[in-house]
């Protein structure tokens, strides 16, 4: 019998970024291996869902929160009870009623299943004390879920230190369809007229720092075929247009589709992600599988991930790193082709979705017979 799944993810269509393509990919997976999956999303992050059985809540969105509209709980409640489902998998924001769903589940004799996107950066910076504040606060909602998956060992750690039991947490590292992610010809160069492709790919929200690299590629005053593409959205839409300028190599593309983020990454020469903190970026993830060279800083568990296979800057300070890492790759066409082949191999031994969905659905097997073990006892 198939295994049931409600998830509790996020739409593409007004959004771009690791927690749309984290619900994209992995959903798509569990129904290619037999999974029957019911998406619950909030609208307006679009409606462009990865199985046609969706949820579509209402709520408003403050900064980077999402607050849910009244009565939304009650018709949570409904769905999940009219779904039966044997798991209730939540990626890491939903809304604020992220550990009341996990409570919905136990109430249904459900697992319940969260992954946890929240970025970190080093314990010594001024970020990273924020970081820390923010897992505080969200300890409190991880902590009605069966099992916790944390992106790294460094974040397991830091669950832990806001009282998460250790037996709860399930280190699993972000992975990709290395499949549909790949190397290849791109028309998108051709079509811009461009001799190098310079490509950010996330939100545009202030610790990403976009605002940042487009004044450092600018300063570099390269010749005008030589483009810095910036696709996704965010708060910062509106402010980085205007850094850019109207006649300029910048070009802020908006949120891009899955077709045409394979087509720009096939298109980039250099993948630059100069961000103060993050978990493991999934845009990162996907520029390694399409072969592009990397300009990136450590934060989060992006320096493993990119060890010897990617230029590793530091978070701070930003500069002359990053400018010079541009201009290093920029010389040397044969150090972009070396790096793009070690990032592509880097994620085919370790971050293919295949392997992630294989261990995902034991971890939902262990979990589905823990709750149903716990209820026997209980009877």
């Not at 790919?201 to 990403?208: H, I, Q, S, T, Y």
Request: glycine letters at 8%.
């Amino acid at each position: 019998m198939a295994m049931r799944v409600a998830w509790f993810g996020h739409a593409a269509g007004r959004r771009a970024d690791g927690l749309t393509a984290y619900s994209e990919h992995i959903v798509a997976a569990l129904v290619a291996a037999g999974c029957e999956v019911r998406f619950f999303h909030h609208d307006l992050d679009g409606d462009r869902t990865p199985v046609a059985d969706a949820v579509a809540l209402e709520g408003v969105r403050f900064k980077t929160m999402t607050l849910p509209a009244p009565h939304t709980l009650a018709r949570i409640e409904k769905a999940l009870a009219d779904f039966r489902p044997d798991v209730v998998h939540t990626s890491l924001s939903v809304s604020l009623l992220d550990g009341a769903v996990a409570r919905v589940a136990r109430s249904l004799g459900a697992a319940s299943v969260v992954t946890c996107h929240l970025p970190y950066a080093a314990a010594q910076s001024a970020r990273g004390r924020v970081m820390r504040g923010l897992y505080r606060y969200h300890g409190t909602q991880l902590q009605e879920y069966d099992r916790v998956i944390a992106l790294s060992a460094e974040q397991r750690d830091l669950l832990v230190h806001t009282g998460l039991s250790p037996e709860r947490i399930v280190v699993m590292r972000n992975a990709v369809d290395t499949r549909r992610i790949s190397p290849g010809p791109s028309g998108l160069r051709a079509a811009m007229g461009a001799a190098l492709v310079v490509t950010y790919l996330g939100r545009l929200d202030p610790e990403k720092r976009v605002e940042e690299l487009i004044r450092s590629f600018l300063a570099r005053g390269w010749p005008p075929d030589h483009l810095l593409l910036i696709a996704g959205g965010g708060s910062q839409d509106r402010r980085l247009r205007r850094v850019a300028g109207e006649a300029s190599p910048v070009r802020l593309l908006g949120v891009v589709s899955n077709e045409d983020r394979l087509e720009l990454l096939r298109a980039t020469d250099i993948f630059v992600l100069p961000s103060t903190a993050e978990g493991l970026s999934l845009a990162l993830l996907e520029a390694m599988a399409a072969g592009c060279a990397i300009v990136a800083t450590g934060a989060g568990e992006h320096g493993p991930v990119l060890d010897g296979a990617g230029l590793i800057i530091p978070v701070q300070p930003l500069e002359p790193a990053l400018g010079d890492g541009m201009e290093r790759l920029r010389a040397d066409p044969g150090a972009r082709r070396r790096l793009g082949e070690a990032a592509r191999r880097r994620v085919l031994e370790n971050y293919a979705l295949d392997h992630y969905v294989e261990d995902l659905l034991r971890l939902y097997a262990d979990a589905v017979a823990a709750v149903r073990e716990l209820a026997g006892r209980a009877r």
